[in-house]
Every structure is written in C-alpha cells, then in structure tokens.
C-alpha cells in the first residue's frame, strides 16, 4: 500500500513539473532594435535612480538628524551653561 501511494505521489509531482514547465515556456523574441533601444535607456535609468536614491538619503538624513539633536543627553546636560 506504502509503494503504491509513493508511485502514485511521484507520477502526481511528475506531471505538475512537466505542466509548470510547459507553462513557463513563453517564447518571447526580442528584436535587435528593442535591444538597442533598452540598452541606450541604461544610462538614462541609472543617473535618474542614483539621483533620486541621494535625495531619499538626503531627507531622512536632514529628519534624524533633526530629531537626535534634541535627543542628545548633553543637549539636556549643558543647556543652562550656554
């Protein structure tokens, strides 16, 4: 009974494999002008993420180091010998 639930579980594993990969066989070509046209777009893409990457860091720099200033202890500490 064990072997015939194994050989049964098996072919059913076998046959998913077989239609998922049937299923991830899309066939999409691409032409050499989409081709040229993505890889002139990689610049483009590249400067426009870094910038707004440096921005991103920019402003939660600016907001945590805004917000530690007046967490600091000594901030607390020394604030009446200024």
């Known amino acids: 009974m064990k072997k015939l639930l194994a050989v049964i579980l098996f072919a ?14 899309d ?4 032409t050499p002008q989409e081709f040229g046209v993505a890889v002139a777009e990689v610049p483009g893409k590249l400067v426009n993420f870094i910038s707004s990457e440096v921005d991103k860091t920019k402003e939660y720099q600016k907001k945590t180091w805004s917000e530690a200033k007046t967490k600091w202890p000594w901030n607390m500490i020394f604030k009446g010998n200024q």
């Open 27 to 30: 066939k999409k070509t691409i």
């Open 12 to 25: 059913l594993i076998f046959s998913f494999q077989m239609y998922a990969e049937s299923l991830a066989d």
